[in-house]
Structure formats: structure tokens, C-alpha cells
């Protein structure tokens, strides 16, 4: 049993250790003191990977497969981002308002955070083939863009019983959000390795194609008709 607690401890240690000194290194490229969109454009990342047209009717169908099967936990509402966001390691957060219930315990004019995986991070902690050392975006679907409203389908932690901020998992990682206020989306013809996020910091979906797009765009118009019918 000592020797459990003792190897327990070290691995605390080792792990706070470590966690300090990757945020250290991500206060080196800027990445932890991104606090709004200004802040992401002014790291000058990569594009890390997008929609292309060969799989993303796989992507689409799998969308599909998860809509039809929605758990009773997942919320439903129609919010705004304040534009207020912020990364910790691996985790991006998005604060948004409430705008509309669909299905949930929340209420209008309630702020909340959204978490997701991925966000930007500093490309030395995953294997790339870069010419560059810029920090990249890690995600298909872009982060959601402020004085826009959004359908969003989310399921909150746990932890928020323990919390005076309420924070939201999305439903589903490429689909939990659909931009309400816009269609727009600028494919994509550059190498996956060339790709500035700033060019494409405005679109919803990046993708490499028109073609794509329109699939993409077909996909989100059904999923917002089916739980959003008036036009918002």
C-alpha cells in the first residue's frame, strides 16, 4: 500500500510538472492568452485539416445517424457567442447567450461555455509536416464566429452542480452548431500543409471544394428545418 501512495504521488508531481511547463510553452507562441478572435488571427495559424470531397459523405452520415439517435440529455437552443473564449491545453472554450429555447433548462439572456476538443495548439506536440513552426486550428468546423446566431445541440458536464459557471459539451463534435445567420464558406485549393487560418477565419465549414460545400450546406438546411421550422 505505501509503495501504491508513493508511486501515486510521483505521478501527481510528474503530471503537475508537466502541465506547468506546457502551458509555459503555450504562453510562448501566445496560444493561452487568446481571449477573442483578434487574439486567434494575431497567432497566424495553420488550417490543420478540413471537409474534402472524397469522405465527406461519410462525415454527412454519420451526422445523420447521430441526429436520429439524440440522447434525452442533449439540449437543444438557439445562442449567440459573446466572443468571449479562451484555451487551456487540448480544450477550447466559447462563452454564447441564450437566445432560444428549443429543449432545456436553460433560460433566455443565459450565458453558458461551450467545450470542445482541439481548439489551436503549438504543432510541436503532434507529428506535421509543416514549413513553418505557426500554431495550427485542430477542427473541420470553424469556431463559432461572434454577432451570429447558431442552433446548438449540447449536453452539460457534470461538474456543473459543483460550479457557479454552466458549462456544455456539443452533441456532436462536427455538427453540434449551425450558423443561423450565414451559408458562407470559402473552399479551400491549397495544400493541406500551406493553409492560413486567417483567410478562412469568416467561414463556417472549411472545405476543399464547392461541391463539398453545397453537400455540407444541404446537410445543415435539413437538420435546421427539422428543429427550427420558422425561419429565425
Not at 501566445?30 to 471537409?51: H, M, T, Y
Not at 467561414?203 to 427539422?226: A, G, M, P, Q
Request: glycine share 6%.
Amino acid at each position: 500500500m505505501k509503495k501504491l501512495w508513493c508511486v501515486t504521488i510521483f505521478i501527481l508531481i510528474a503530471g503537475i510538472g508537466t502541465g506547468f511547463a506546457f502551458r509555459n510553452n503555450m504562453s510562448d507562441c501566445g496560444i493561452s492568452g487568446i481571449r477573442k478572435i483578434e487574439d486567434i488571427q494575431a497567432l497566424n495559424c495553420n488550417v490543420n485539416q478540413i471537409f474534402e470531397e472524397e469522405d465527406v459523405e461519410l462525415f454527412i452520415e454519420d451526422g445523420r445517424k447521430q441526429f436520429d439517435n439524440l440522447p434525452e440529455t442533449v439540449e437543444i437552443y438557439v445562442a449567440v457567442p459573446t466572443g468571449i473564449i479562451r484555451q487551456i491545453n487540448f480544450t477550447f472554450f466559447q462563452e454564447v447567450k441564450i437566445a432560444k429555447i428549443i429543449k432545456g433548462e436553460l433560460e433566455e439572456e443565459e450565458t453558458i461555455e461551450i467545450v470542445t476538443q482541439g481548439g489551436f495548439y503549438d504543432q510541436k506536440y503532434k507529428y506535421h509536416d509543416y514549413s513553418n513552426n505557426r500554431p495550427l486550428y485542430f477542427g473541420m468546423k470553424n469556431i463559432l464566429l461572434p454577432e451570429s446566431k447558431y442552433l446548438i445541440f449540447v449536453q452539460p458536464l457534470k461538474v456543473n452542480e459543483y460550479t457557479e459557471r454552466k458549462r456544455y459539451n456539443l452533441a456532436s463534435l462536427l455538427f453540434g452548431t449551425f450558423n443561423l445567420s450565414s451559408d458562407y464558406s470559402q473552399p479551400i485549393d491549397q495544400p493541406a500543409n500551406e493553409i492560413p487560418y486567417n483567410e478562412y477565419v469568416g467561414s463556417e465549414y472549411l472545405c476543399d471544394t464547392n461541391n463539398t460545400l453545397e453537400r455540407l450546406l444541404e446537410f445543415k438546411h435539413n437538420i435546421v428545418e427539422r428543429y427550427l421550422p420558422e425561419t429565425d
